[in-house]
């Protein structure tokens, strides 16, 4: 199990799930934020930085935070909007799963001038970690968004890791000035940094690692990111240990390369799934 940083002491109480079959999950009402997913009989699935901020207006390094309404810098809000800052409302929650609430307020006003309301529901069964994000367009004109859900996978070294189901795919790669490139490789590695957005990823992708295989399939994501800030960028980051990108590897469901456009009273749904093989 990841630690972490010792909280504020008006953050909210994470949200522990422990489902019949064996598997547990960790989520924090701040941001929706899925902390930790053990499958049963399994290790720790997710990577927490030990210097993890837990404060309000900070962003957890980590885990997997909810990217919405905007994808990095890509727009002109802050970077990947505000979704992953802002406290979400506990819907409902059981043994299994629990569904959050975030809707518009002063501070989402002030940012994004859009009435909307955003659902997140986190399930877990033996062997799979389900994340759900719906966003409904309640306001009186249409808006558009992107979004991800910025997941961190667990690895024992990057360096023994990769993923494969990319190849032929159209990328930007963001680490070498946004090039837009293609996909020769049957298996991506990870020999430094990587910062790649893959255009219509639309089969299930696998995380291999020496010890198991995460199979990471999306619904309504027709992108993904694949993001390890390699030795140079890791250093520069004040909530990571300098050695810590070593522990992960990010696989992001996402919805990047067209925006999705919402009408009044309509939904989108998006759904990453992650399965223990």
């Known amino acids: 199990m990841s630690t972490h940083s010792t909280p504020a002491p008006d953050f909210p109480p994470e949200i522990q799930l422990n489902s019949p079959d064996g598997a547990s999950a960790k989520i924090s009402p701040y941001g929706a934020h899925v902390l930790s997913w ?13 210097k993890a ?26 970077k990947h909007g505000f979704a992953r800052n802002l406290l979400w409302e506990v819907a409902r929650a059981s043994a299994d799963s629990a569904t959050f609430w975030l809707s518009e307020n002063a501070d989402t006003h002030n940012l994004w001038p859009h009435r909307f309301l955003a659902e997140y529901k986190v399930q877990i069964n033996a062997s799979n970690l389900y994340m759900t994000l719906a966003i409904t367009n309640i306001d009186v004109a249409p ?7 910025h997941t961190y996978l ?111 009273g309509q939904t989108w749904h998006g759904t990453q799934t992650l399965s223990a093989q």
Request: with cysteine; glycine share 10%.
């Open 143 to 149: 808006f558009t968004f992107t979004a991800a859900l």
């Open 154 to 264: 667990r690895v024992a070294d990057v360096r023994r890791a990769s993923v494969a189901g990319l190849s032929s795919l159209n990328f930007q790669d963001s680490a070498n000035g946004g090039q837009e490139l293609r996909e020769n490789a049957d298996s991506l590695t990870f020999p430094g940094e990587v910062d790649r957005i893959y255009s219509d990823a639309l089969s299930p992708l696998q995380l291999v690692t020496e010890k198991q295989q995460i199979l990471i399939s999306a619904e309504g994501f027709p992108d993904a990111v694949l993001w390890n800030p390699g030795p140079e960028k890791c250093a520069s980051l004040a909530d990571m240990e300098p050695d810590g990108y070593l522990q992960f590897v990010c696989v992001e469901a996402a919805v990047i390369g067209q925006p999705v456009l919402l009408l009044p």
């Open 38 to 50: 053990i499958p049963a009989g399994g290790d720790e699935g997710l990577f927490l930085s030990p």
């Open 53 to 78: 901020e837990f404060r309000s207006g900070a962003a957890i390094r980590g885990g997997v935070p909810v990217i919405f309404p905007q994808f990095a810098g890509m727009g002109n809000l802050p």
